[in-house]
């Protein structure tokens, strides 16, 4: 492993300071210069299962003159609730927490987002910084300001475009990461190898099981080149006019498939099914070639995620989609592939081509 730090800039815009993505190892030291002298204090957001890493960093930073403190919220999707949030802001409250403050996301996708959320929402906005320690969160969530909480009737239906101070994405911090999770960021991975980057694709193909580890020849390539992706993308279209409508591949289903389990099943497996079914949309749309459409199936399936889902869900999954965030009014909207790295949107799709596709994913 180098020591070397990987920076990745991301641009500023509608008013937001431009900032950095650092991967690398033991970034411990890069928080102070983030948070700056002007903050007296600071609140750690991070879940159960990280309540070590968040009292060691909370150390650090009171031996540097800071007063911080920890606010322990649940694992998980259970941690992206609006009671989760209340409580967020009951103790930011009693602290006197001000706007020179600031708060640390520390954890995967479901924490950072949530921690972003408050950060958005206290005092209507004060700096936070993202410490993703999952692999999604590294390549995907921690990155692009997009924060929020989910609500029953949808996934991320409330929240706010709020980018980070700065993300730290500490490669040591994936060593504790099980399994299972683990995979479930390589799908946001695949999908930035689909949308925008190819080698991506060819460098999981090479040995898929390798893929599946940290440890992997390819670890640090990988989430280098999908972080570039998306900070490419957000760099442009922070608030998602347009062309960051394409970080959605896969999400318009996948986010049904969430809500329909209730918020129970990892992100990335339910996207890994949504893109299978985006594929198919877009090969029976006469859009995608074959080809390109079956690797979807292939290169997912190669690293242990799932493909199909429950035949009988199909009236659930498809009125939670008309609520999904790229529907305009009645028009239902996906994101395609008209090949490999293009991109483009299907509106309004006919029924019986939606029906198609979904059977293709649940035969
Ligand atoms: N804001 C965005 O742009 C964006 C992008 C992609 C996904 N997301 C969101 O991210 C969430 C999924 O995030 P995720 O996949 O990172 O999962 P997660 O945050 O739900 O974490 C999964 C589990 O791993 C645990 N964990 C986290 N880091 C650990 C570590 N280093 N060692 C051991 N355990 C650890 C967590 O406590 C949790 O139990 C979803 O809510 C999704 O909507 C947001
Ligand atoms: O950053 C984006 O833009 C994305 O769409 C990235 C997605 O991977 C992520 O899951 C995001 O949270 C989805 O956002 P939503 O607006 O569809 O809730
Ligand atoms: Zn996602």
Redesign the pocket.
């Known amino acids: 492993m180098t020591d070397q730090i990987v920076r990745i800039q991301v641009a500023g815009s509608d008013g937001h300071a431009p900032y950095e993505v650092l991967i690398g190892h033991q970034l411990l030291g890069e928080l102070a210069p983030l948070i700056g002298p002007q903050a007296k204090r600071v609140a750690i957001i991070?879940?159960?299962?990280?309540e070590a890493?968040g009292e060691a960093i909370r150390e650090d930073l009171v031996d540097q003159g800071y007063e911080a403190i920890v606010l322990q919220v649940?694992?998980?999707?259970d941690?992206?609730s609006v009671e989760v949030a209340a409580y967020c802001w009951s103790v930011l409250g009693q602290t006197g927490f001000t706007r020179s403050d600031v708060i640390i996301g520390l954890?995967?996708?479901?924490?950072?987002?949530l921690a972003?959320f408050v950060a958005a929402t206290w005092l209507r906005g004060v700096r936070w910084i993202s410490v993703?320690?999952?692999?999604?969160?590294m390549?995907?969530?921690?990155?692009?300001?997009?924060?929020?909480i989910?609500i029953a009737e949808g996934?991320?239906m409330v929240?706010a475009f709020h980018p980070p101070a700065g993300v730290l994405a500490d490669l040591g911090?994936?060593?504790?990461?099980?399994k299972h999770?683990y995979v479930?960021?390589l799908a946001?991975v695949i999908k930035a190898g689909f949308i925008a980057d190819p080698v991506i694709l060819d460098l999981i193909e090479q040995d898929p099981a390798a893929a599946t580890a940290p440890s992997g020849p390819h670890t640090l390539e990988l989430i280098r080149r999908a972080i570039q992706v998306?900070a490419d993308v957000v760099s442009g279209d922070l608030k998602e006019s347009g062309r960051r409508e394409i970080?959605n591949y896969g999400h318009t289903l996948g986010?049904a498939i969430?809500r329909n389990e209730r918020?129970k099943w990892?992100?990335?497996a339910a996207?890994s099914i949504g893109m299978v079914f985006a594929a198919e949309l877009g090969r029976l749309a006469g859009r995608l070639d074959d080809a390109t459409a079956d690797r979807h199936r292939t290169v997912l399936a190669s690293v242990g995620l799932p493909l199909s889902y429950r035949a009988d869900a199909w009236p659930k999954l498809l009125d939670a989609m008309k609520i999904d965030k790229k529907s305009r009014g009645d028009l239902l909207r996906f994101i395609v592939l008209d090949g490999l790295a293009k991109t483009s949107v299907l509106e309004g799709p006919d029924p019986s081509l939606l029906v198609a596709a979904y059977a293709e994913v649940s035969g």
Do not use: C
């Open positions: 991070h879940p159960e299962a990280l890493t649940p694992n998980a999707e941690a992206k954890g995967g996708g479901s924490t950072t987002d972003g993703p320690t999952t692999l999604l969160g390549v995907d969530a921690a990155v692009g300001g997009k924060t929020g989910n996934k991320n929240g911090t994936l060593e504790t990461l099980g999770d479930s960021g946001e998306k970080l986010h969430e918020y990892r992100h990335g996207i």
